[in-house]
């Protein structure tokens, strides 16, 4: 189908996924299977594939935390980067944060 194809891989699309390329194409047409038509056209296109977002769901098992009474009791330490070097040719930061103020 010519109108799927202009619909899914122009500029306009954007290769939009199933669910948003079927309600776009159904304003303008109706056919049946066409969700499978759809589905199929979208199952070998190259570029939907390459750039498919994967669900990984998985569950951290929760953790009980103290929360600090004072400032400062308690502080989080994190690395951020790399982002493209500095004057003096740093990449990366480092971020402290109290977690009972937040600062």
Request: hydrophobic residues 30%; proline residues 6%; charged residues 25%.
């Amino acid at each position: 189908m010519e109108i799927l194809k202009e619909l899914h891989d122009s500029p306009i699309g954007g290769h939009a996924g199933l669910i948003r390329t079927y309600r776009k194409l159904k304003q303008f047409i109706n056919l049946p299977g066409m969700k499978n038509d759809v589905e199929n056209y979208i199952r070998v296109c190259d570029k939907c594939q390459k750039n498919k977002m994967t669900h990984c769901h998985t569950r951290v098992p929760l953790m009980i935390t103290d929360t600090p009474t004072t400032v400062f009791a308690k502080c989080s330490i994190d690395i951020v980067g790399p982002f493209s070097p500095s004057r003096s040719q740093y990449r990366y930061i480092l971020t402290v944060q109290d977690e009972l103020s937040k600062f």
